[in-house]
Nanobody, 121 residues
Framework: QVQLVESGGGLVQAGGSLRLSCAAS????????MGWYRQTPGKQRELVAG???????NYADSVKGRFTVSRDNAKNTVYLQMNALKPEDTAVYYC???????????????WGQGTQVTVSS
């Protein structure tokens, strides 16, 4: 089994910065794409940023130029550096990873528990 554990959320003023981390733990697995999603009450979960195993990245238009996604493959960790935060960035942020279990060669999508980011105006 594999678990994703997030950290780094919190309360910040508009214009401030936060860095989210998400580490995968378990045994005998290989991580493909990793990414961050966010969700607000009553709305669907939306992709914020993704990063491939080769470190190609993609971003939602609303965060381009402000957020940066990165990964450390040695630590099985993905990061989201969020700068110039706006009140509309307030949401629960979830990390996601496409993980191949080497025990059964099954590729599945895994989710973190979510971390609250609140940006005050």
């Amino acid at each position: 089994q594999v678990q994703l554990v997030e950290s780094g959320g919190g309360l910040v003023q508009a214009g401030g910065s936060l860095r989210l981390s998400c580490a995968a733990s378990g045994s005998r697995f290989s991580i493909n794409t990793m990414g961050w999603y966010r969700q607000t009450p009553g709305k669907q979960r939306e992709l914020v940023a993704g990063i491939s195993s080769g470190s190609s990245t993609n971003y939602a238009d609303s965060v381009k130029g402000r957020f940066t996604v990165s990964r450390d493959n040695a630590k099985n960790t993905v990061y989201l550096q969020m700068n110039a935060l706006k009140p509309e960035d307030t949401a629960v942020y979830y990390c996601n990873a496409q993980i191949l279990l080497l025990s059964n060669w099954r590729l599945d999508s895994y989710w973190g528990q979510g971390t609250q980011v609140t940006v005050s105006s």
